[in-house]
């Protein structure tokens, strides 16, 4: 992210909104965070209904005290190879912001860590990779003792347009 500058002419840091507490979670041997007032709750892995002709990243619905909710795999979603589910491996479900509103949505992850409060002098804006890599939905980078955890922007891992289609689908 970019300083702007405001209407008084000095420069405006739009920063500051990624400071905050974070829960952290593993896949593949890496770490990522989403800011915790997006995580409505963490379960286990549970039974995961097969929603037919849903992108390969859907894994389907779950019914969560009453209410079906579209899951999806992040591991299919980032392109890595699926694994196995261990004792560990479990569902977040988000609160994700769609055209029409905001929706639950679970998201499969292979273990959750903790919760972080991560400072904004601690994180760094997502590496340039060039422009035919879509980087939009990483709020950056931050610097977690001697390890680097990316910040996930879970409004923008799927698009609106694909929250749509696993609405409609569900």
Same mark, same amino acid.
């Given at each position: ?29 890496? !770490? ?6 997006? $995580?409505?709750?963490? %379960?286990?892995?549970? /039974? @995961?209904?097969? #929603? ?42 988000? !609160? ?6 905001? $929706?639950?949505?679970? %998201?499969?992850?292979? /273990? @959750?860590?903790? #919760? ?55």
């Amino acid at each position: 992210m970019a300083d702007l500058t405001n209407t008084m002419g000095r420069e405006v840091d739009v920063t500051a909104d990624r400071e905050g507490k974070y829960l952290t979670f593993s896949m593949a041997e890496e !770490e990522y965070g989403i800011g915790i007032l997006k $995580v409505k709750e963490i %379960i286990g892995m549970m /039974a @995961v209904t097969m #929603v037919p002709q849903t992108p390969p990243y859907v894994k389907g619905v779950i019914n969560l005290r009453g209410k079906i909710i579209p899951v999806v795999s992040l591991r299919r979603k980032f392109g890595l190879e699926e694994i196995d589910y261990t004792d560990r491996t479990c569902i977040i479900v988000v !609160e994700v912001k769609t055209n029409t509103g905001n $929706v639950l949505m679970g %998201i499969v992850v292979d /273990a @959750v860590s903790e #919760v972080l409060n991560i400072r904004n002098a601690d994180i760094e804006d997502t590496p340039d990779f060039g422009s035919s890599l879509n980087t939009d939905f990483i709020l950056g980078m931050a610097k977690t003792g001697n390890r680097v955890t990316i910040l996930l922007d879970i409004d923008k891992v799927i698009s609106a347009q694909e929250i749509e289609i696993v609405l409609q689908a569900a």
